[in-house]
Nanobody
Framework: QVQLVESGGGLVQAGGSLRLSCAAS????????MGWFRQAPGKEREFVAT????????YYADPVKGRFTISRDNAKNTVYLQMNSLKPEDTAVYFC????????????????WGQGTQVTVSS
């Protein structure tokens, strides 16, 4: 059983930056594809970014492309989401997820989820 714990959320002004971290335990981290999703109030959960387990290939949702960067440190069992040039519409609860299979933008692919961390961007 894989456990995921996110951290790094908070309140930031528009144009600012935050780095989210997700620490994994209970599994072989290097064998997991990892993803970040977010859910704003009254909206469905949406894909943000994903990183493959093997070569660290990445894929981003269009709204965050060029502003967010996903990365992983297999030695620390941690995946990161660096968020720059934040906008009020980035306000959401951000979730880390792990997949035993391939990397994907579909939430159905992911087997394990963290509890989420709140990101609030003020205008």
């Amino acid at each position: 059983q894989v456990q995921l714990v996110e951290s790094g959320g908070g309140l930031v002004q528009a144009g600012g930056s935050l780095r989210l971290s997700c620490a994994a335990s209970g599994g072989t981290f290097s064998s997991l594809s990892m993803g970040w999703f977010r859910q704003a109030p009254g909206k469905e959960r949406e894909f943000v970014a994903t990183i493959s387990r093997s070569f660290g290939s990445t894929y981003y949702a269009d709204p965050v492309k060029g502003r967010f960067t996903i990365s992983r440190d297999n030695a620390k069992n941690t995946v990161y989401l660096q968020m720059n040039s934040l906008k009020p519409e980035d306000t959401a609860v951000y979730f880390c997820a792990a997949s035993l299979q391939f990397w994907s933008r579909s939430s159905n692919t992911y087997n394990y989820w963290g509890q989420g961390t709140q990101v609030t961007v003020s205008s």
